[in-house]
């Protein structure tokens, strides 16, 4: 097919991309020229005034340097509402030294402060968005979990030899017999890139700012338009400006937010990536290594570049192409050979009032204390604050090589000629990724078999929405190449995602909480710990045990709680001499059993709070970089593996030392208190057993005194009428039967007293029993008998006042009162 003269909007000169042969015979000559005259769209610098780095101004050429040197990097961005809220977006954390030199770039993320670095609404210029965003443009197609797929038909000089539909594409019956018809989400033809950003792409950059991982790549043969598609001319900006435009947009949009943006930029050639940030003599000696698997696949080194303006992403872009461009002595070559990657890290959170903890007190910017951080992108570098999570995504914007270099083609391999290992993976990793989608297969993906296929594994696996473009070139020459791209994109339709929003929490406020908490419980602890002596004493076994039972859950929910700040990798407060580990303590065998325990737990407490720090402090620990000399790694191996040693020993100690003597130590106090409260509860039995006696024997007493007082002061009562009557005589009665001879003093008396005298009193009984009480000894009143005979001595004596003979001693009245009465003549 004969091709028409090139279409003069594609004969533009091209300042930044020179001229570069088309391979094969697919490619006509006046394809190439259109080729040739594709202006870059990086080149735009009439419209992204980019600051400028020490770096930048290295590489670019005097002219840009001049244009550029107008534009101060690190001067504050004038805000749309200045004087609301000024920002300091570009502030390095430290001069740099004379020794970076070309390695010093002054929006390297790794020198910023990440909070003096925002975005939000009030900091985006209005020049720096598209202002284009209508929502009903928006199809959420990444919401199916499908690949959004859309063919682009480059215009060509000649006819299209593929017919299309909004949806269908056919090759024209008139070159194919029976032509397969391919369906896809989009059929895209002319040099419009709007309708063909606003199809393919904006949806997944929205997605991107909503949290969800994006890629969007371009995928076709050499000059079929992918570059023209993703990056455009300064006519039709591409994919990459559109989107950055749209992400300020968006930003603009959203005043409750405040966003972080950072900027990577690499490419794979030779199956080496290159860090298209770092100077060429970094990149070309220290090639990116991707480390990891599945999902957590980083990239190391990598250079990170915040952006704050549409002017700091363009000046990122110029930098990767300048030095894209410096490693290669052919550039289409390389270019169409290269896979290029542009990652924007989107990580986004609630606008405060600054940063504040939870409890209210202010905290410094940027990360209070050191921890590692992955150094690759998608780590997290904003940080989670008062209360306000962090939502980290990003997107990737990817410019494949030529699609034809993908062939395995057997003539080619002989030929010596390139086979892009990548590619060739990429199309095998689909192929299984949509047959197992599609068969409900779990076969072995190869994602490893390229650097290309192990770099996008998380977004392949369906951790990402993918929004992918097939280029095709319209030419007849073209039409195995188009077809096999036409396939690729089918079987990447296949492809099953299941995207998931990505969000921290606000690690520092839950770090607060469970310090509060920690605090709460130790002093509660060590509350009970005081108590715990005087509690014992009154406490059951019984409930010594639960008591001894919650001081553990106490502690292991200390212990708990202090795992988890230590490893959340922020807090390391125990740094230095502290985390060295200590031997173990001896446990002091002269304290009490009780005081044994608790100062044994003690010591276990700390010894695993000990522990902990070593763990979290050798986590923390700073990595080294790749090119540090090897007497610094042997270096760190050796501590790391001293610290090893003495951590082994302090478990080993631990273990020794407290564990198991401990467990002897509690079991030997649980016995012995177990005995001592037996004994005691059997002693309190018997002591009310005694007390109960004790009542009874009272009762009988106090029964038996009320008795005799009655009798007494019934004969006090009839002496007392005897003597008013004045019957008294002293003649001497004669003894008859019903006056007998008097007891002789000493006689019945004496027995009495006698017997008296070896009476064992009820109540001597108890008190000599050993009494539980051990009351002192009862000072018992006389008895009411006892009294009477006093009574008697007196009466004796008033009786022989009055001349009485008889001697009445120690007899007892009441005798002699009923004597006389039974004596008393009628
Ligand atoms: N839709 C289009 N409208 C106008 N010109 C286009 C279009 N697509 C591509 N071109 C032109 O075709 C030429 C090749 O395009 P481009 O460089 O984008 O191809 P490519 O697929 O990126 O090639 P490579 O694989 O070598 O990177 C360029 O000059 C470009 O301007």
């Known amino acids: 097919m004969s091709v028409p003269p090139t279409p003069s909007r594609l004969a533009r000169p091209v300042p930044f991309t020179p001229k570069r042969p088309l391979s094969s015979a697919s490619i006509d000559d006046s394809t190439r020229l259109s080729r040739a005259t594709t202006p870059s769209a990086l080149n735009s610098t009439k419209k992204f005034k980019a600051s400028i780095s020490s770096e930048s101004r290295t590489r670019l050429n005097t002219t840009n340097i001049n244009k550029l040197k107008t534009s101060s990097p690190s001067s504050p961005k004038k805000s749309v509402f200045d004087g609301v809220r000024p920002k300091t977006p570009s502030t390095p954390k430290r001069d740099p030294s004379p020794m970076d030199g070309p390695m010093y770039s002054e929006m390297d993320v790794s020198r910023i402060d990440p909070e003096e670095a925002l975005v939000d609404f009030e900091t985006v210029e209005p020049g720096d968005i598209s202002g284009e965003i209508d929502e009903s443009l928006l199809k959420d197609y990444g919401a199916e979990d499908k690949v959004l797929v859309s063919i682009r038909i480059r215009p060509g000089d000649a006819p299209s030899v593929w017919q299309r539909t909004h949806k269908n594409i056919k090759l024209d019956p008139q070159c194919g017999k029976s032509p397969q018809e391919f369906m896809f989400d989009e059929i895209l033809t002319g040099s419009e890139n709007k309708p063909v950003y606003n199809a393919v792409a904006r949806s997944h950059v929205c997605a991107a700012m909503e949290g969800y991982n994006a890629v969007i790549f371009a995928y076709g043969q050499t000059a079929s338009g992918k570059t023209f598609t993703l990056s455009g001319d300064e006519d039709q900006l591409g994919i990459i400006p559109r989107a950055m435009k749209d992400i300020f947009a968006y930003i603009r949009r959203t005043p409750n937010r405040e966003y972080l943006l950072r900027c990577s930029y690499l490419e794979i050639y030779n199956e080496n990536i290159h860090d298209l940030l770092a100077p060429h003599s970094t990149s070309t000696t220290q090639p990116v290594q991707i480390h990891g698997t599945g999902p957590n696949v980083v990239l190391t080194p990598l250079r990170e570049e915040v952006v704050t303006s549409l002017k700091s992403v363009r000046e990122v872009l110029d930098r990767g192409e300048g030095n894209r461009r410096t490693a290669t002595t052919d550039w289409n070559e390389r270019s169409s050979r290269s896979h290029s990657v542009f990652r924007v890290v989107i990580e986004s959170r609630e606008r405060g009032s600054g940063g504040s903890s939870p409890d209210g007190r202010a ?113 007849k ?224 007493e106090r029964k038996a005194r009320m008795k005799l007082e009655e009798e007494r002061q019934a004969l006090a009562a009839f002496v007392q009428k005897f003597d008013a009557l004045g019957l008294e005589t002293t003649l001497p009665v004669p003894q008859t039967k019903l006056n007998p001879p008097l007891p002789m003093p000493g006689g019945a008396a004496a027995v009495f007293a006698e017997r008296h005298k070896h009476r064992i009193h009820p109540l001597d009984a108890i008190i000599e029993t050993e009494s539980p009480i051990r009351l002192a000894p009862l000072s018992i009143e006389p008895s009411l008998l006892e009294e009477e005979w006093d009574g008697v001595e007196d009466m004796s004596f008033e009786l022989e006042k009055a001349g009485k003979v008889m001697k009445l001693g120690s007899q007892s009245p009441v005798r002699e009162v009923f004597g006389d009465k039974e004596n008393t003549p009628p």
């Open 363 to 475: 905290t410094p910017s940027g990360r209070q204390t050191p921890g590692f951080r992955p150094p690759t992108p998608g780590g997290s570098r904003l940080q989670a604050r008062g209360g306000r999570s962090v939502q980290t995504s990003v997107l990737s914007l990817i410019d494949l090589a030529g699609s034809e270099k993908a062939t395995s083609d057997k003539d080619r391999t002989r030929e010596g000629k390139y086979i892009n290992t990548s590619l060739l993976t990429l199309g095998s990793v689909i192929a299984t990724l949509g047959e197992n989608s599609a068969k409900n297969k779990n076969d072995h993906v190869p994602f490893r078999n390229s650097k290309l296929t192990r770099m996008l594994q998380p977004s392949l696996s369906g951790d990402a929405r993918i929004s992918v473009i097939c280029t095709i070139n319209p030419s």
């Open 477 to 700: 020459d073209a039409i195995p190449e188009s077809t096999s791209t036409l396939l690729f994109a089918q079987r990447i339709k296949k492809v099953q995602l299941h995207a998931k929003k990505k969000e921290v929490v606000d690690t520092d406020a839950l770090l607060e909480r469970y310090r509060k908490e920690i605090e709460e419980l130790r002093q509660r602890l060590s509350e009970r710990e005081a108590e715990a002596p005087v509690r014992s004493r009154r406490l059951s076994a019984r409930e010594q045990l639960d008591e001894s039972r919650a001081m553990h859950d106490l502690n292991a929910r200390i212990r708990q709680l202090t795992k988890l700040i230590l490893t959340s990798q922020t807090v390391d407060e125990n740094k230095g001499d502290e985390t060295r580990p200590s031997s173990p303590a001896k446990v002091d065998f002269d304290m009490s059993p009780y005081q044994e325990l608790l100062a044994a737990r003690r010591e276990i407490e700390t010894q695993s709070t000990q522990i902990l720090s070593l763990e979290a402090a050798i986590l923390a620990r700073p990595v080294l970089p790749p090119d540090a000399p090897e007497s610094e790694k042997d270096k760190l191996l050796a501590e790391q593996t001293k610290t090893i040693r003495e951590l082994e020993i302090v478990v080993k100690g631990y273990e020794d030392n407290l564990g198991e003597p401990l467990r002897k130590v509690q079991e030997d106090v649980e016995r012995e208190w177990a005995v001592k409260v037996e004994r005691e509860v059997k002693l309190r039995e018997e002591k009310e057993a005694w007390a109960d006696e004790l009542v009874k024997q009272l009762d009988k």
